[in-house]
């Protein structure tokens, strides 16, 4: 009898266990997982996970991320340990039976209170019925409080300087800050010598010997006091255009960028600036209808104005295609003018940083009564030596749009101009002529150079002596839609690989230097041993093109963006601009990391 009831209750048991599983089927995942976040500290989010008995989660399948375009950054998650089970589905995995607690750390870069929308994807089964939920995936609204001070992330967060232990901040995330939320003055003054520091970079130089060109052609009684207003006219005009353009394209979600590369454009404007240099060597005068000349000297004659018109026209022009490089503090005053709507702060960052563009070319206006000769034999030869660097502008023009072999051999011409030009400068004195010549000769002897690297196979005209090295093709792999893009991010996460995502464009000067100057390295190749390699080329500025620029808040390249192994965007780790190979390794290999 005994024997008989103990089997008998193992029998009711069973039976208990069968109902109890049969009821639990009736589970719903959101009964079954219960889930939760909550700021508990300016730097700290918590998300709670409450497991029904009989079910368990999956620790790797927890994930944790925030929108894009937040000026926000999550750690690396605390989660304590959990069990180790070999589950049927995926092998050995560690998991939770009971409630567990994840924490992240945040990184910040505002003090304000805000709301932050936190997406935490999660996947678990039920225990005795052997059966899965597919992957869930839920936003909370996280009300963050406000914060004393900017948040550092612990000590193994992916997104920590090695070398300092604080968070890694691209510049033009820090500078974005500051118009959203930094004094006006200070924002104003730190994008002025931000556009300081752009003037001296291949980008903005080319308007230099414009300016000058200007002064030049007003002839030999210009004054110090005539020649800086003219640049100031150029400069206003350029930085006027700067802000009401960087508004009104921003707000409008175009690439202003993009819009003004298109081939034509720039075939156009480099042909308007060799029409330009040919009139300053004197083979023809541009003038204007003898009407609009009355009319515009009528208008003269009561504004005292002189030319000013044309070069603030002229200023605007060299705004929107002479300086093509997208940095950091456009791409700043562009995204919040476009993200948040503060297009005041936005026009006034874009101004200030255009006025500290234009310092140097207020510079040259300032001295010409020293840098530019005023007699009329040294004036015709100024003149003429300003008309060889607008070829020069136009070759630089050119060479986004054209082979490298052929632009190569396009800066023979102005160099070989400017070498004419000095012999034949008509100058009375022997120590100046003989000045003139030696500056004639060097640059006959960089023009023959150029020729004889041209039969060696160079490209790069800084080096024209040095064959362009055969380096081992770069593994890049062209996506064209955001479609595409997740998919192969969600192959390289499920191999534990990361992503490096590169918009490129035929045009962008900065996007062909880092494919020569930084993406060949061994150090950078060796940081990105285990990263996938993608690029996105938007040349074409087509509507997949413009899709994905607008999906990541792009306003043109170069801009690149890396994915951890986790599928999830390492947002504050975005390089916009030219970057050296050392510094890039450092950051891709912090940005490729768990």
């Known amino acids: 009898m005994r024997i008989s009831s ?11 266990l069968q109902v109890t599983a049969q009821a639990e089927e009736l589970l719903e995942p959101d009964q079954a997982f219960k ?9 700290r989010i918590e998300v709670i996970f409450e497991v029904h008995k009989g079910y368990y989660l999956y620790r790797d399948k927890m994930k944790f991320s925030v929108p894009e375009g937040q000026s926000v950054a999550l750690g690396t998650p605390d989660i304590p340990t959990g069990e180790i089970k070999n589950d049927e589905y995926f092998g050995k995995q560690e998991v939770y039976h009971r409630d567990v607690t994840a ?15 936190i997406t935490v994807k999660y996947q678990g089964c039920a225990e005795l019925l052997g059966v899965c939920f597919s992957p869930i995936t839920k936003t909370f609204q996280v009300e963050m409080p406000r914060a004393s001070a900017v948040s550092a992330l612990p000590a193994g967060s992916a997104a920590v300087s090695a070398a300092t232990g604080q968070p890694y901040v691209s510049k033009q995330d820090l500078l974005a800050n500051l118009i959203r939320d930094g004094n006006v003055l200070l924002m104003a003054g730190s994008f002025f010598l931000a556009g300081l520091l752009l003037a001296f970079t291949p980008c903005v130089l080319p308007m230099v010997p414009i300016v000058a060109g200007i002064i030049a052609g007003e002839g030999s009684n210009v004054t110090r006091a005539r020649a800086f207003s003219l640049s100031l006219a150029y400069v206003l005009g350029m930085a006027a255009t700067y802000t009401a353009a960087g508004v009104a394209f921003a707000a409008a979600g175009q690439q202003a960028q993009t819009l003004f590369q298109q081939p034509w454009i720039i075939i156009v404007f480099a042909a308007l600036f060799v029409a330009m240099a040919i009139s300053m060597f004197g083979f023809y005068t541009v003038q204007m209808p003898a009407f609009i000349q009355s009319r515009l000297a009528a208008m003269s004659n009561q504004q005292k ?28 005053a562009l995204s919040v003018i476009g993200q948040s709507g503060k297009m005041v702060r936005g026009g006034v960052a874009l101004f200030s940083m255009a006025m500290g563009m234009g310092v140097p070319l207020l510079v040259v206006g300032a001295s010409a009564g020293q840098l530019l000769p005023r007699a009329g034999a040294w004036m015709d030869t100024v003149k003429q030596a300003f008309g060889a660097l607008m070829l020069a502008v ?73 064959a362009s090295a ?97 599928g999830t965007e390492r947002r504050n780790f975005r390089v916009v601009g030219f970057m050296k190979a050392g510094e890039f390794a450092s950051l891709a290999a912090r940005a490729s990391t768990r």
């Not at 889930?35 to 730097?43: C, F, L, S, Y």
């Not at 924490?103 to 929308?117: E, K, N, Y």
Request: some cysteine; aromatic content about 8%.
């Open 103 to 117: 924490r992240l750390p945040v990184s910040r870069g505002s003090l304000d209170a805000f709301t932050l929308p």
């Open 470 to 566: 055969a380096h081992e093709p770069l593994p890049f792999q062209r996506i064209k839609s955001l479609a595409e893009l997740n998919a192969q991010v969600a192959a390289a996460s499920a191999g534990g690989k990361s992503v490096m995502l590169d918009f490129y464009a035929d045009w962008c000067v900065s996007c062909k230097e880092m494919e020569k100057y930084t993406f060949p390295e061994a150090k950078v190749r060796a940081a990105l041993a285990t990263t996938v390699w993608l690029q996105a080329d938007v040349t074409a500025n087509d509507e997949a093109d413009q899709a994905l620029l607008k999906h990541f808040g792009i306003f043109g390249p170069p801009t690149i963006a890396f994915y951890g192994p986790d």
């Open 394 to 466: 136009a070759v630089w023009m050119l060479s986004r749009i054209i082979p490298e072999r052929i632009s190569f051999l396009l800066w023979i011409l102005p160099l070989a101009a400017l070498a004419i030009i000095f012999w034949r400068a008509g100058v009375r004195s022997s120590t100046g002529r003989l000045l003139m010549r030696g500056v004639g000769t060097l640059a006959g002897i960089c023009a023959l150079l150029l020729v004889i690297g041209a039969f060696k196979g160079a490209t790069d005209p800084l080096r024209p002596l040095q």
């Open 6 to 16: 103990r089997i008998a209750l193992l029998l009711l048991s069973a039976g208990m």
């Open 35 to 43: 889930v939760g976040a909550i700021a508990t500290a300016p730097d």
């Open 305 to 332: 104005a002189g030319s000013y018109a044309g070069v603030v026209v002229m200023g605007a022009l060299s705004a929107l295609i002479v300086t093509t490089c997208v940095g950091p503090a456009l791409v700043a």
